[in-house]
């Protein structure tokens, strides 16, 4: 059978040429958050998925990340950190094993010292994920990087591993690359999806969400008490797990057709049964834990007040924490952002929200 090229299986994304000549080389590329609609949550070895998820790419909230890479002679990768302009080693760690985990795709590393300068437009300490745009940049850097030592390999197969490498990172950073609606994760109605990497949405996306509007209520700025690390593994031997998963490819399916139709009102049944349900696995794994707050829920219930009242389809998200993501039609944004300077923004801490939108993925800088 002839292999169509956007089946790509992990074999093919092993780096096979040597580190070449290059001395030294400098990139820079600005790559968004995202905001799920039907939510990765449970994974399994290797990064791999538990079930499909879809998202938004978001335009304002982005990580920035210069890489000056150097040849060096140790055999192994080296890398400084630096985080807006300073050392911040609680973050090595993590770039560490991001490093470790795209070694055997990428074995060139090894002949290199990597300097990341790396910041968020995004107030640090917002309690907004940064691991999604943090890790989508490292990937795009790296593929400057690879493209630079094998100049005719195709965007295609460039945004591709740049994808897997970045899923590698964090899961959900794979939706961070390219397009405006990414799904990740294999879907039988979804064309070329897979488990390795995130996959642009090819339908024609209804009219009703053109730039669609994400304003982020910042209820909780502090440091999660549950990493999302490990909220994923409390999914194994979780009792509602199967179901879960089944549900996740169901909402796909049926967020697909929405996508594709416009219908708001079942779109905002699908991303609010989401995030509750998010929460809810959250709630019953065991151990269990909260990440809502109390302002959490009196923004939603305000939400549902404000849209039975004016028949405004405006609905809410989370994450994995208490911070709320309210999203809308772009023609109603008048009416909505004078709802939420109103009414929502007293639960945010110190009144701080985040206004943002639809965006296009990651974008080179240099
Ligand atoms: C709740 O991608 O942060 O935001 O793969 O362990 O880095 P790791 O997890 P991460 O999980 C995010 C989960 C979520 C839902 C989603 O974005 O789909």
Known sequence: MRKIEFMLIENDFIYKGNSGKIEKLSFQWSSPSNIALVKYWGKKENQLPANPSISFTLNNCKTITKMDIERRFDGNFTFELLFEGKPKPEFNHKINQFFLRIEKYCLYINDFHFVIDTQNTFPHSSGIASSASGMAAMAMNIMSLEKALHPEMTDDYFYQ?????????????????????????KHSEIMGSSDLFGVEFSSKIHDNFKNYQDTILLVDKGEKQVSSTVGHDLMHNHPFAEKRFEQAQHNLSSIKKVLENGDLETFINIVESEALTLHAMMMTSMPYFILMKPNTLEIINKIWKFRKEKNIPICFTLDAGANVHVLYPENVRGEVLQFIQQELVG?????????????TGSIQML
Do not use: P, T
Request: with cysteine; net charge positive.
């Open 161 to 185: 591993k740049a994808s897997f490498l970045a899923r590698l990172g964090s899961g959900s950073a794979c939706r961070s690359i390219k397009g405006s609606v990414v799904v990740w994760g």
């Open 347 to 359: 639960y945010c801490q110190n009144g701080n929200y985040i206004c943002d939108e639809i965006g």
